[in-house]
C-alpha cells in the first residue's frame, strides 16, 4: 500500500523530494545533509489539484466549477456581527485556546437544536482553524505509527496527507459509480489487527454519497466490534437533498469513540473564515486539542463571534439554503446531461460527479487539463482521490455553489462540448 496517491492518474510532474538539494547538489546555502529537503512521509504529495485546476482557470479566463467556494458572500447579518466585534475588541487578541465560550455554546447548543446530543461546551467542543485542522489534528492525536486508517475512496485530499503526516498507513474502501454506496460485507474484510480508526465522510465529497442509518448502524456495529475509533467529517450536514443526515455519535456505543468535525464555511458561505470545530467525549477532545494547540493554537477571534450567532439563526436559513442549493444542483445536471456528460446525481454536499465515457474519453485528467481551452469552464478529476486512479479514471467532479447566472454561463459553454 502506498503512503501517497496525490499524484497518481496524472501525468507525471516534479516530485518535490527528488528536486530538493542533497548534499551531492548542494543548494546555495549550504547543504542538505544527505538527504532530500521534504519530509519522505509528504514527499508523494505535490501541489493539490484544487490549486492546480484554479490557476489554470485563471490563466485561460474560465469559470471555474472546480473548487469548492462560493462566489457570494453568505448572510449579511452574520457579515455585521463580525465587524462589530471587530469594533468592539471582541477576539482582536489571542482567543481562548479551545475557543471563545460565546461560540463553544453555540456549536453545543446546534448540535442538541438538530440531532439530540448533549455536549459540555467546556470539556466537549473545540474550536479550529476550519475542518481542515480538525482533521489534522484528530488524526495526528490519535494515530501512531503503523496504524491502519479505513476511509472511503475517493477522499478529499488532505486526508490522505494527515494520515501519512501521522506515519500512519490509509486503507481505501472504494465507493464505485453509479451509486457510490460502502460495501460493509467489504469494510469488514479490510479490518486487521492493526486498524485504529475508520476516517468517515458524510455527506460526502466528492460524489455526494450520503450514509443511510442502516449503512451508520453497520459501521457502527463493526467499530463497536473491533474496538476502533471513528472520525467523521459532516461539513456538509445541511446540504442534504434526498434523506437526512445522521450523525454516527449518536448511535449506541459511539460517543465515547467517535470525533465529530464540522465547520461555518460550507453552510454559511464565508469559506475564508476558516471557523471549524471538533465535538466528542470529553478525554477524546482533551487529545484532539493535546495535537491542535501546537498547529495554530487559536484563529479567527471576531470571526468566532460571528459564527455563533450564525449557528443560532431560524430554521427558515437552512431549509432555505438548502433548496436553494437543491435548484443549483438540478440547473447544473441538467445542463451536463445536455452537455453529453454522464451525471451521477447527488444526495448531498454541492458537487456533482459525471463520467466522460460518453465523450469516448476516459482519461479525466487531461479531459480537465484541456476543458478550459476547449470551452471555458475548469473542473476537477476524481482520480486524483483515489489510491486506484482507475477506479475513477473517467470521472469529473464539479460545483454548483455558485450564482445561477454563473451556472448559466457555464452550462452554455459546455454545450460546446457536444
Not at 6 to 32: F, W, Y
Request: hydrophobic content about 40%.
Amino acid at each position: 500500500m502506498t503512503q501517497g496517491r496525490a499524484t497518481q492518474g496524472r501525468p507525471p510532474q516534479s516530485d518535490p523530494a527528488q528536486d530538493a538539494p542533497t548534499q551531492d547538489s548542494p543548494a546555495q546555502d549550504g547543504p542538505a545533509r544527505g538527504r532530500p529537503l521534504l519530509n519522505r512521509r509528504l514527499a508523494a504529495f505535490g501541489t493539490t489539484i484544487f490549486a492546480e485546476m484554479s490557476a489554470l482557470a485563471v490563466r485561460t479566463g474560465s469559470i471555474n466549477l472546480g473548487q469548492g467556494f462560493p462566489d457570494t458572500d453568505g448572510p449579511e447579518e452574520i457579515r455585521e456581527a463580525a465587524v462589530r466585534a471587530l469594533r468592539a475588541g471582541h477576539g482582536n487578541q489571542y482567543p481562548p485556546g479551545p475557543g471563545v465560550p460565546e461560540l463553544r455554546n453555540a456549536v453545543a447548543a446546534h448540535q442538541e437544536r438538530f440531532y439530540g446530543l448533549t455536549w459540555s461546551p467546556e470539556t466537549e467542543v473545540l474550536v479550529t482553524t476550519g475542518a481542515t485542522e480538525a482533521i489534522a489534528a484528530s488524526l495526528l492525536a490519535l494515530l501512531e505509527p503503523g496504524d491502519e486508517v479505513i476511509a472511503f475512496e475517493p477522499y478529499y485530499d488532505s486526508y490522505a496527507a494527515c494520515v501519512a503526516m501521522a506515519g500512519a498507513q490509509r486503507v481505501p474502501l472504494t465507493l464505485r459509480a453509479p451509486d457510490f454506496r460502502p460495501d460493509l460485507d467489504e469494510l469488514r474484510a479490510l479490518i486487521s489487527p492493526r486498524t485504529r480508526l475508520l476516517l468517515l465522510n458524510t455527506p460526502h465529497n466528492p460524489t455526494g454519497m450520503v450514509l443511510t442509518p442502516d449503512e451508520l448502524a453497520g459501521i457502527a456495529a463493526l467499530a463497536v466490534e473491533h474496538d476502533l475509533l471513528v472520525v467523521t467529517d459532516e461539513v456538509y450536514e445541511h446540504l442534504v437533498f434526498a434523506g437526512a443526515h445522521h450523525p454516527i455519535a449518536a448511535l449506541p456505543g459511539m460517543r465515547g469513540r467517535t470525533v465529530s468535525v464540522s465547520s461555518s464555511g460550507k453552510t454559511f458561505s464565508y469559506t475564508g473564515w476558516k471557523i471549524g470545530w471538533v465535538t466528542g467525549d470529553a478525554p477524546l477532545v482533551a487529545a484532539v486539542r493535546a495535537a491542535k494547540q501546537y498547529l495554530t493554537f487559536v484563529s479567527g477571534g471576531p470571526f468566532q463571534y460571528a459564527i455563533a450567532e450564525a449557528l443560532a439563526l431560524p430554521d427558515a436559513f437552512f431549509t432555505d439554503f438548502r433548496e436553494g442549493m437543491r435548484r443549483k444542483r438540478d440547473l447544473l445536471a441538467k445542463g451536463l446531461r445536455a452537455a453529453g456528460f454522464r451525471v451521477y446525481e447527488p444526495a448531498g454536499t454541492y458537487f456533482v460527479t459525471t463520467d466522460i465515457a460518453p465523450f469516448g474519453d476516459e482519461d479525466a485528467y487531461a479531459f480537465c487539463r484541456a476543458l478550459p481551452e476547449r470551452c471555458g469552464v475548469a473542473a476537477v478529476p476524481n482520480s486524483v482521490f483515489y489510491d486506484d486512479p482507475e477506479a475513477g479514471r473517467s470521472q469529473v467532479r464539479f460545483t454548483f455553489c455558485k450564482r445561477d447566472d454563473v451556472l448559466e454561463e457555464a452550462v452554455e459553454r459546455l454545450g460546446r462540448l457536444g
